[in-house]
């Protein structure tokens, strides 16, 4: 199928979706995120590509049909207990000092996906008894990944971490029984999660880049593995908004494979039981 972009659709396109959701597309990706955008076009029922940017930019009042191309961009790749080990560093190093603190710790999960991480974050602190005692907040811009997680039906890729040799045999059993109280095994290899524990959680809708509601701050916030899809400038911002979501000692972990050090002094980094803790440079 020939790319409905070309070079001029590619740049005003491309930049349109960079505004408004922080996915950066380079050049080379033009042929992918024409497939998209074509994919869109055709249920959306729209045959140039010039049409389908003006409708977006001006109409589309309730954005729907960016949603729509937002939910076909995005990569929602997650598994349940992915990147254990600065999960439960994070659990240890800063929930538990801010429950010893005030009684009650409050995390962020900032781009939570289906759900999985949330889900994996609640299971682990409710074994150690401290769900009770700690507020989460998961949100994602993505409003089909949202209503996946709200369903908390998982396929066989949800359970990666449960392959063999995947975890250390210590861990595989901390995560085996942390999980098992609130998931029911599915025909397919994978699990469907008790409502109990899905409503225990607090799902909405926000966008790192653009949204503007007030969520309040948090001792923890987890924003893993979104931001290697967004340019420089992008991470820069969003790092801003999320540094003025934390607490005077809140921690924000990102994703083992993304390193914030490069944006200078905002945020400090400590390393704490193999998670990257960043904390508020005045802090
Ligand atoms: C690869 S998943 C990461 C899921 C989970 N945090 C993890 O580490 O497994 C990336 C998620 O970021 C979300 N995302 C992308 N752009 C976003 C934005 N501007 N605001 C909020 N979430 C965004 C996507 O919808 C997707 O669900």
């Not at 439960?88 to 009650?104: D, F, K, N, T, Y």
């Not at 700690?134 to 811009?141: E, F, H, K, P, Q």
């Not at 595989?172 to 095994?185: C, E, F, L």
Request: a negative charge; charged letters at 25%.
């Amino acid at each position: 199928m020939a790319n409905v972009l070309t070079p001029q659709l590619f740049t005003i396109l491309s930049g349109l979706i960079e505004e408004r959701v922080g996915i950066h597309y380079g050049r080379e990706d033009s042929t992918l995120l024409g497939e998209r955008i074509a994919m869109r076009m055709a249920e959306a029922g729209f045959e140039s590509a010039l049409d389908y940017y003006y409708y977006l930019r001006y109409d589309d009042p309730l954005r729907k049909e960016m949603d729509a191309l937002t939910d076909a961009l995005v990569v929602g790749e997650t598994y349940f207990f992915r990147e254990l080990e600065p999960l439960e560093a994070s659990i240890r190093h800063v929930i538990v000092p801010a429950i010893e603190r005030r009684g009650l710790a409050r995390v962020w999960c900032a781009a939570c996906a289906s759900g999985e991480e949330p889900l994996s974050l609640a299971m682990l602190l409710e074994k150690d008894r401290l769900l009770d005692r700690t507020r989460i907040l998961a949100t994602d811009v993505s409003p089909r990944a949202l209503s996946r997680a709200r369903e908390a039906t998982y396929g066989a890729r949800a359970m990666r971490a449960f392959a063999p040799d995947a975890l250390p045999p210590e861990a595989h059993a901390r995560v085996s029984q942390a999980m098992a109280p609130w998931t029911q095994p599915t025909a397919n290899g994978g699990v469907r999660v008790s409502k109990d524990l899905v409503d225990r959680i607090t799902w909405q809708r926000f966008n790192l880049v653009s949204s503007n509601d007030d969520l309040g701050t948090f001792d923890l916030i987890l924003c893993r593995n979104v931001l290697i899809y967004f340019s420089d400038a992008t991470v820069q911002r969003v790092i801003e908004r999320l540094d003025g979501a934390l607490a005077d000692d809140g921690r924000l972990v990102v994703g083992v494979s993304e390193s914030l050090l490069r944006f200078g002094t905002m945020l400090t980094c400590e390393e704490r039981g193999g998670a990257f803790l960043y904390a508020r440079s005045a802090s």
